[in-house]
């Protein structure tokens, strides 16, 4: 039995000082719901997606989903984590739910605030997304991981730095014209480049500008079985789904290899029986411009060492072979945390079904995939999405 995204709603992403977890849990719930069509007292189930850590002082939080509509009392309703990839895992379980036969409406949601947290607190609670043991003491929290990585990428490949600054720079671009991003600034490539006040070092040779952002915000999605697809205004189908959970101790793998994302992405295209040359487009987690680079790599669009090609010669642009990050990804249009999986499969729906703001829709969208990612590739999601059909 197949899933079906047949409406959702995005808050915009930012600093959101006047919103709480309950208040942006609550519109976005509501939102998906009228979006859909779907009266709250016809779900069966709700996942929400929220990572805290220490975010917010709220723990429990699957109940504050219940706020969106009196009718959502007495529904089944459970909070899934997974660091980064929180928001997926999130989606991932309604698709189960689905699939199985057991929910026919599965009400998804992702949510953080992370904006309220003084900054170096930040980085602490982050980082208990990381093998403590091995990383507690980092510096300068997960961008001192990834710092790490992109020193040890360039011993072995060499300087990738013009690369990193080129998907740097088309991601602020192409977050110009996402509304719901935080950052709308095409802020080019010379920026990004060269470090400066504005563009410091943060980690390694990464820079303020191969970071992802601070954000709060939430997204959610309404899931359903065929039956009520076929009825709905719009739907995307959920084609192929892929999860590999990784060894969380760097010092168990090549950290350069990212093994957990090839994985979930053979699964997922093989689930779709479709080709990574088949997608029309890819939402990947660009946590740091290095993750976007070695992804390109353990996706199969490049060799290993090779991925600064994918930017250079243009395909992962948004009019080049496989556009990569249309949205803006994490990088421009924020990653809070709980949300970011959440909101990679909205993005990726309203590409397919032509809703797209106007300047992001790619034309002729037939076929999406998304990658959300925890960790240093420990908790891998792949989803392939097309329109139902
Ligand atoms: C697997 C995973 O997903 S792990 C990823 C988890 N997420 C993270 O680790 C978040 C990483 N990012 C960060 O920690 C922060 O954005 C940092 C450290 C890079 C920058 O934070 P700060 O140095 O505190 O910047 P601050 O918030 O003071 O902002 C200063 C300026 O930089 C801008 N800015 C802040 N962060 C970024 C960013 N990541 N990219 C571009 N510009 C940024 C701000 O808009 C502000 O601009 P303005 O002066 O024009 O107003």
């Not at 980690?203 to 079985?225: H, N, Q, Y």
């Amino acid at each position: 039995m197949s899933a079906n995204i047949v409406g959702w709603a995005h808050t915009p992403f930012g600093k959101l000082d006047t919103e709480t977890v309950e208040s942006l849990v609550v519109k976005a719930a509501t939102g998906a719901l009228a979006d859909a069509g779907v009266s709250a007292g016809d779900v069966d189930e709700i996942v929400l997606g929220h990572f805290n850590a220490g975010f917010s002082p709220q723990d429990f939080t699957a109940a504050l989903v219940l706020q969106a509509a009196p009718e959502l009392r007495f529904k089944p309703a459970t909070r899934v984590e997974n660091a980064c990839a929180t928001g997926s895992a999130a989606v991932h379980q309604g698709v189960r739910a689905i699939a199985s036969g057991a929910a026919r409406i599965v009400l998804v949601v992702g949510v953080e605030q992370m904006t309220r947290t003084p900054g170096p607190e930040i980085g602490r609670n982050l980082l208990r997304a990381s093998y403590l043991p091995e990383d507690g003491e980092t510096a300068g929290g997960f961008a001192g991981i990834f710092g790490k990585i992109a020193q040890a990428y360039f011993q072995k490949y060499g300087d990738a730095s013009d690369a990193l600054a080129m998907i740097a720079a088309k991601n602020h671009r192409n977050g110009v014209a996402n509304p719901y991003a935080q950052m709308r600034k095409d802020v080019g490539y010379d920026f990004c480049r060269s470090e400066s006040e504005k563009n410091p070092f943060v980690a390694g040779p990464l820079k303020r500008t191969d970071c992802s952002l601070v954000s709060d915000g939430a997204a959610a999605l309404v899931l359903a079985d065929a039956d009520t697809a076929r009825s709905a205004r719009k739907a995307v189908s959920i084609r192929g789904t892929g999860h590999a959970q990784d060894f969380l101790p760097m010092s168990r793998r090549d950290i350069l290899a990212f093994e957990g994302c090839t994985v979930a992405w053979q699964r997922a295209l093989a689930k779709a029986g479709v080709a990574l040359s088949d997608l029309s487009f890819v939402e990947t987690h660009d946590c740091f411009t290095i993750a976007e680079l070695i992804e390109y790599e353990a996706m199969g669009l490049t060799p290993k060492g090779q991925g600064a090609r994918a930017i250079k010669e243009g395909w992962t642009q948004k009019d080049g072979r496989l556009p990569v990050n249309p949205s803006g990804g994490l990088k421009a249009k924020g990653h809070p945390i709980g949300a970011t999986g959440v909101s990679m499969h909205v993005m990726s729906a309203m590409q397919l079904v032509g809703e797209a703001p106007e300047g992001m829709q790619i034309r002729d969208a037939r076929l999406a995939g998304i990658f959300n990612m925890g960790g240093a590739a420990v908790a891998n999601y792949v989803s392939i999405l097309e329109p139902f059909r």
